[in-house]
C-alpha cells in the first residue's frame, strides 16, 4: 500500500472541492485532492447550465407562440428535437472545458483518481483508479466535498435504470413524445416546463402540493393558478404507481388515485425522477472513522465555519446539504480549505444572505429569510401583484405576486417570496438589501426607472410601510438618518 503525508485531503472535485483545495493551498497548505467520478462540476455537466440551455430554447419556442399576442403571425416554425439537444450539449461541453482547463491546472502531485474512505478523522484510504493498489494519506485535516446524487422514492427504485434523471435528459438524442415528471421541484419545474413548450406531452405528478422552495401560502396559491393554465399538474396524489409497459411499444404506464380518489392511468414515453437529490456520503466510513452523523447520515456542521463539532473534518457544498446552489458551494469550499489549512485556528466567517432562483416562466426566486423561517408575529409584509404592473403589461407578462418581508419594530428588511417576470434580476436587488442592512426606508430612496419592472419591488416596498409598527420619532430617525 502507497502511503502519503499531507497537512489537507479534500475528497471530491466538484465546485466545493475545487474551492477548498485552492483556498487551502494559498493558506500554504499541503494538498491531496481525490475524485472518483469525472472532472466538470455538477452546474457545468448536468445543472445549472445545459438545464438553462434548454429553457433558452424553449423561451424562443415560447417568444414564436406568443407572437399573435402582439399582431406579429410567424408562419412556417416548427421545432427539430435534435437541433435543440445537440445545441444543448455543444454549448454545455463547452462551458465544461472551461472548469476541465480550471482542474488541469491543478498539479499532477495534488490530483488523485479514485474511491476515499475515511478509515480515522485524519486519515484517508483511496482505491486508486485503474489499479488493485491503494493508497493511505494521513492529513493535519480533512475536507468532504463529495457533491450529491438524484433521489429514487423507493416505489421507483426497481426501475431505476430505466427512468430518466435530469441528467439523462441532456444526452436524449431527439425530444421524445412525452414525459411524465415525477416531483415539481426546482429542477422538475424548469426542464418541464421548457420540455412543454418545445413541443412534448408533459404531466407532473407528486403527492405533496408544493411547487419549488415556495411557502408563502399567497405566493404559492398564485403559482399554482398561473402554472395550471399552462401546466398538467397531478399534486397531492395517492397510490402513485410506474410500470413498463407490456404491449411492446415501449414507455411506461403511470396509474395513481386523484384528489377525489378516483382511479387514473396515462402513458408516457419516459418518466422524468426529479425527486430531489441527496448527499453522497455512503462509503465514506463516516460514523466508523468517528464522525457523528444523525439519523439521515447526514454529518450536523457549523455553516460559519463548515467544521463538524470539534473534529479535523470539515463538509462543504451539496454534501452538506444546507443551500445546495453554486454560489453557497464555492463559499463553503472556501471556508473550509482555508479552516482545514489552519486548523485548529478555525475562524468564523459571516454567510451571504440567502437566495435561490427558479428559472420557470414566471420565475420564482426566495430571499433572506423566507416565510417558513419568518417570525410572523413581528415582521410586517409589503406586496405587489403583477397584473397591473406597468413594464410587466407591456410585454404581456403580467402575472404574479411578489411578497416581501421586514421587521415591524425597526423596518429592516429580512426576506421576500417571489413569483414573476424577471425576478432573477429584482431578487439580487432584495438579496443586496437584506445582506447590507437596509431598512424599507433605505429601499425606498434608491432610484427607480420608468417604466421598469423593478418598480413593481417599490410598489410592494411602499405597502410594507403601512405594516410596521414604527414611531413617528423612529420612522423620522429611520428615513433620514440618526442626527439630522
Known amino acids: 500500500m502507497q502511503k502519503r503525508d499531507v497537512d489537507v485531503v479534500v475528497i471530491g472535485a466538484g465546485t466545493a472541492g475545487l474551492g477548498a483545495q485552492s483556498a487551502a493551498r494559498k493558506a500554504g497548505a499541503s494538498v491531496a485532492l481525490i475524485e472518483d467520478g469525472p472532472y466538470g462540476t455538477t452546474c457545468a455537466r448536468v445543472g445549472c447550465m445545459p438545464s438553462k440551455l434548454l429553457i433558452a430554447a424553449a423561451d424562443a419556442a415560447a417568444a414564436v407562440k406568443n407572437a399573435p399576442t402582439f399582431g406579429v403571425h410567424p408562419e412556417g416554425v416548427r421545432i427539430e428535437g435534435r437541433e435543440v439537444l445537440e445545441r444543448v450539449r455543444r454549448e454545455r461541453d463547452r462551458f465544461v472545458g472551461f472548469v476541465l482547463k480550471q482542474t488541469e491546472r491543478i498539479p499532477d502531485e495534488v490530483r488523485i483518481r479514485g474511491r476515499a474512505r475515511l478509515t480515522s478523522t485524519t486519515t484517508v484510504r483511496v482505491a486508486l483508479e485503474g489499479s488493485d493498489e491503494e493508497m493511505e494519506i494521513t492529513a493535519r485535516a480533512v475536507v468532504i466535498a463529495t457533491g450529491s446524487s438524484p433521489y429514487f422514492p423507493p416505489n421507483l427504485v426497481p426501475l431505476k435504470e430505466k427512468l430518466s434523471t435530469s441528467a439523462d435528459v441532456f444526452e436524449w438524442e431527439d425530444l421524445p413524445e412525452s414525459v411524465a415528471v415525477v416531483g415539481p421541484g426546482v429542477i422538475g419545474l424548469e ?36 402554472l395550471s393554465e399552462e401546466l398538467d399538474l397531478h399534486l397531492g396524489i395517492d397510490a402513485f404507481d410506474v410500470s413498463e409497459a407490456t404491449d411492446g411499444n415501449g414507455g411506461f404506464v403511470l396509474r395513481w388515485h386523484d384528489a377525489q380518489k378516483e382511479p387514473c392511468e396515462a402513458r408516457f414515453e419516459k418518466v422524468l425522477v426529479t425527486a430531489g437529490r441527496r448527499p453522497n456520503l455512503a462509503g465514506l466510513g463516516l460514523k466508523e472513522a468517528g464522525v457523528p452523523v444523525d439519523e439521515r447520515g ?7 465555519t463548515t467544521q463538524i463539532g470539534e473534529l479535523p473534518v470539515f463538509i462543504a457544498g451539496d454534501a452538506a446539504n444546507h443551500y445546495p446552489l453554486l454560489h453557497e458551494a464555492a463559499d463553503e469550499g472556501r471556508i473550509a480549505g482555508s479552516n482545514a489549512a489552519n486548523f485548529p485556528d478555525i475562524r468564523a466567517q459571516i454567510r451571504r444572505a440567502p437566495i435561490a432562483i427558479t428559472f420557470t416562466d414566471p420565475q420564482m426566486a426566495v430571499v433572506g429569510c423566507g416565510w417558513k423561517k419568518l417570525d410572523k408575529d413581528n415582521c410586517g409584509v409589503g406586496e405587489v401583484s403583477y397584473a397591473n404592473q406597468g413594464r410587466a403589461r407591456v410585454k404581456a407578462k403580467n402575472k404574479g405576486l411578489v411578497r416581501i418581508y421586514a421587521d415591524r419594530d425597526t423596518g429592516r428588511l429580512c426576506g421576500a417570496e417571489m413569483f414573476g417576470p424577471d425576478v432573477e434580476h429584482t431578487a439580487h436587488l432584495l438579496a443586496w438589501a437584506v445582506q447590507s442592512g437596509m431598512t424599507v426606508f433605505d429601499a425606498l430612496d434608491m432610484p427607480f426607472y420608468h417604466p421598469v419592472v423593478e418598480e413593481g419591488i417599490r410598489t410592494a416596498l411602499r405597502s410594507l410601510t403601512g405594516d410596521l409598527r414604527l414611531t413617528a420619532g423612529t420612522a423620522e430617525k429611520l428615513r433620514y438618518g440618526p442626527g439630522t
Open 298 to 304: 447526514q454529518p450536523p456542521f457549523d455553516p460559519r
Open 191 to 226: 426542464l418541464g416546463q421548457a420540455l412543454h413548450r418545445l413541443g412534448v406531452r408533459v404531466a407532473f405528478f407528486s403527492p405533496f402540493n408544493e411547487l419549488a422552495h415556495i411557502n408563502d401560502p399567497k405566493v404559492a396559491e398564485v403559482i399554482h393558478e398561473v
